[in-house]
């Protein structure tokens, strides 16, 4: 079964930030690795289980694909997937940890 996704603010936050850095460079850059994250993003409810186990949290549940240099962060419930976060890969992963008890 596909379950639908969800987006938590946090996540959509990330996602404005990061257009808004790459646009201070280039709008078009920008505009092509955000349409690449969602895509991405649109992709998981059909393969949830194909991004790996996110390895500082080493839970199941907790998943992420690789979109360029950023880490689309998804956790697996009952009925929803959510995107919990956007970070660079690398920025430190224990400022989102917050976001996982959501």
């Known amino acids: 079964m596909v379950y639908p996704v969800i987006w938590s603010a946090e ?3 990330d996602l404005e930030s990061i257009a808004n850095y790459i ?3 280039s709008e078009f850059y920008a505009s092509a690795v955000i ?10 409810p059909d393969h949830a289980f194909l ?7 080493a839970d199941e549940k907790i998943r992420e694909r690789f979109v360029y240099s950023y880490r689309l962060i998804y956790k697996l419930n009952t009925d929803t997937i959510t995107i919990i976060a956007i ?8 400022t ?7």
């Open 51 to 57: 991004g790996r186990v996110v390895p500082e949290f």
């Open 87 to 94: 970070i660079h890969g690398k920025r430190l992963i224990e």
């Open 23 to 25: 646009a201070k460079d």
């Open 11 to 13: 996540a959509v936050e």
């Open 35 to 44: 349409d690449k994250l969602l895509a991405t993003s649109r992709l998981v």
């Open 96 to 102: 989102i940890s917050d976001r996982l008890h959501a």
